[in-house]
């Protein structure tokens, strides 16, 4: 699907609970092609981003290495001899330990073509070693799993953050988008609604977290989660203990509660 001159998007066929649609790839640019996000391992979408390329493809760029994200890139890379580019993978099952970048971006490192350049953002939170990408001409930012479309994003200890989250989403605030492109999900077409939204969504359930020691003083995960995320389905109730659990650890870290053989308390 073509999104903007010289954008397109292509959905990876890995849809579900966690990913919902599918994985967006997206390729850009008509002479020379860069592509962010190239998915999973499939072969069936690896030949589908091959024959949707409207001319070679010469970069391949990883927002993060989650399995969903990142393991057709040397594989695509092996094929088409496009150079990788992206941070290398953290320890950690969920993380494509394939992944080795060509060259490892920093944030506001800049990939430039005569078509377009994107700036990378460091933006640590849903996992360390995530970037967000610019495009410098459109004011759009590709924002990988930082920012979905239908769902908020779960935060996983210990390589995901709820502060550095947090911290991230205000830090793309200050480049003032025109609209973001999620890594799961359409086009997001109010970017400063949409990340207010979400930060004010957190603090809420953070409120929450508090309100539930607060009144359960010495409860574990298991407990807290059924009150703090009463508003979500009890069948995704242990994935929202990742999430919680995040918070638990920012509001530790600022000494506001404690954990004591794994029971939750005020400080």
């Given at each position: 699907m073509q999104l903007a001159p010289g954008v397109q998007r292509l959905l990876a066929p890995n849809p579900g609970m966690m990913t919902g649609p599918g994985t967006n790839t997206y390729l850009l640019g008509e002479k020379e092609i860069a592509v962010i996000d190239p998915g999973p391992a499939i072969d069936s979408h690896i030949a589908m981003i091959q024959k949707v390329a409207s001319a070679p493809i010469r970069w391949i760029i990883v927002t993060h290495t989650h399995l969903d994200h990142s393991p057709a890139a040397y594989p695509l890379a092996e094929a088409t001899g496009a150079e990788l580019l992206g941070k290398s993978p953290p320890n950690g099952s969920n993380q494509d330990q394939t992944f080795s970048p060509n060259r490892h971006l920093n944030n506001g490192d800049t990939i430039e073509t005569e078509e377009f350049t994107l700036?990378?953002?460091?933006?640590?939170?849903?996992?360390?070693?995530?970037?967000?990408?610019?495009?410098?001409?459109?004011?759009?930012?590709?924002?990988?799993?930082?920012?979905?479309?239908?769902?908020?994003?779960?935060?996983?200890?210990?390589?995901?953050?709820?502060?550095?989250?947090?911290?991230?989403l205000k830090k793309l605030k200050t480049f003032q988008p025109k609209k973001l492109a999620p890594g799961h999900g359409d086009l997001l077409k109010a970017p400063q609604t949409t990340l207010d939204w979400i930060i004010t969504h957190r603090l809420k359930r953070e409120k929450k977290v508090m309100d539930a020691i607060r009144t359960m003083s010495g409860s574990s995960l298991s407990i807290l989660v059924k009150k703090v995320y009463d508003d979500v389905d009890a069948q995704l109730h242990p994935i929202a203990e990742r999430s919680l659990q995040a918070h638990l650890i920012k509001l530790d870290i600022e000494g506001l509660v404690q954990t004591r053989n794994g029971l939750w308390h005020l400080k």
């Open positions: 700036t990378a953002i460091h933006t640590p939170g849903h996992a360390s070693n995530h970037l967000c990408y610019l495009h410098e001409k459109l004011q759009w930012i590709f924002t990988g799993d930082h920012v979905m479309n239908g769902s908020t994003v779960v935060i996983n200890p210990p390589d995901g953050n709820m502060q550095d989250y947090l911290n991230s």
